[in-house]
């Protein structure tokens, strides 16, 4: 048996807080193993789910000091290096969606640049193949951190929110992030947060502990102390049933925290400096197609959508986003799911976006890129 078990748990005590998403009831999820392969498996209905190698990059990876081994290891050409102009490639290595973890590239890394860290991905859900056997072992909470967060890097429009929610947040026991992305938010407050996202950034500061879909989520109902969604709801697919999703795992009278962009953005999108860059680089590396329709290309390219998105939006534009983006709309879904909205806080300024003179306004009460709104789940306090 592989010693490299999976690891869920909350300040060192064994608690069960995943179930299986396909049941209507809250049903618990065993870890169960299949030939060489950990799986979670659900007794009442069979679903499997697998517990992959995810890869991770460390503070050790190196390119300038090595010979690629990890490029050279991977058969499916899933590490590259990210073009910056035609014919120039960056120093920084990229891992592409070919990449099927199965951590060649992390064996083959003579400095320790990759890591494996088995997480479970929802998204992928196998049938049986042969008969599974359960296993009783205890279920721990991963603390593994991937690398340090430079905070004085951080876009400091993220870092008001941050500030903000890190003073509001404390210690509410069971905290989850909603859509972590890089983990940057579990870096920055420094405390026990369990993160949860669709899809894997290999750079993050420490590892995603569920692959899920924030639809989706296969966390037991009334579970969850405290919940984050940070800058998520306006990727959502579905916006509605990832709210009733965060209603249904948080406990009664448990705080939701949830910031979104607000039509403002762009405004202060249109002022960033790493905006053009990366629209320049997109004309640069596309110039047929910018040539073909400026105007729409550039109304689509530089929407904030466009590269974030978990479906395709390929013809969202700027004014598309400016118009679904409205406080009151925010408001209303977060009603509807179910929340009691105690306070709402705007951070940032036009020029928050940019790292180096993004903090010379300071922080705006009225022109806020960004919208933080405290939920209270309806219901008695637990």
């Not at 997480?119 to 296993?135: A, C």
């Not at 700027?318 to 009151?328: A, L, N, P, S, T």
């Not at 790292?355 to 309806?378: A, D, E, M, P, Y």
Request: hydrophobic share 35%; net charge positive; aromatic share 8%.
């Amino acid at each position: 048996m592989k010693k490299s078990l999976p690891e869920f748990s909350i300040n060192g005590e064994h608690i069960r807080i995943l179930s299986c998403p396909n049941c209507v009831a809250d049903t618990d999820l065993n870890i169960h193993t299949s030939g060489e392969d950990y799986l979670l498996k659900c007794e009442e209905c069979d679903c499997l789910i697998p517990i992959c190698d995810v890869v991770y990059f460390t503070e050790s990876c190196n390119p300038g000091k090595c010979d690629l081994e990890c490029s050279k290891a991977c058969t499916e050409d899933a590490i590259y290096f990210k073009r910056v102009l035609p014919g120039v490639k960056s120093k920084r290595i990229h891992i592409n969606e070919s990449c099927n973890h199965c951590g060649k590239c992390a064996d083959a890394c003579p400095l320790k640049g990759l890591v494996k860290i088995k997480t479970p991905v929802l998204n992928s859900q196998v049938k049986p193949n042969e008969k599974t056997l359960k296993y009783l072992g205890p279920v721990n909470y991963r603390k593994t951190r991937l690398r340090p967060l430079d905070v004085k890097k951080t876009v400091p429009s993220t870092k008001l929110t941050f500030d903000y929610l890190a003073s509001k947040i404390g210690e509410n026991g069971f905290l989850v992030d909603d859509g972590c992305g890089s983990q940057n938010f579990k870096a920055y407050l420094k405390e026990d947060v369990f993160g949860v996202d669709v899809r894997v950034d290999h750079w993050a500061y420490h590892p995603i502990n569920i692959l899920a879909e924030g639809e989706n989520l296969p966390i037991k109902s009334e579970s969850v102390d405290s919940l984050t969604s940070n800058f998520v709801l306006e990727h959502a697919s579905n916006p509605k049933k990832y709210l009733s999703e965060v209603s249904r795992v948080l406990k009664p009278g448990s705080k939701a925290f949830i910031s979104v962009p607000t039509p403002a953005y762009h405004l202060a999108y249109m002022l960033c400096v790493e905006g053009w860059l990366k629209y320049i680089l997109h004309v640069a590396n596309n110039p047929l197609g910018f040539l073909r329709n400026p105007a729409k290309d550039f109304l689509v390219e530089r929407a904030h959508e466009k590269d974030w998105s978990v479906d395709d939006r390929a013809s969202v534009t700027i004014f598309d986003e400016v118009k679904k983006w409205g406080e009151r709309g925010w408001e209303e879904r977060i009603l509807e799911a179910g929340f009691n909205i105690i306070e709402k806080k705007k951070t940032g300024n036009i020029l928050s976006l940019n790292r180096r003179v993004g903090g010379l306004l300071g922080n705006s009460k009225t022109f806020g890129v960004h919208i933080t709104f405290t939920g209270v789940k309806n219901g008695e306090k637990w």
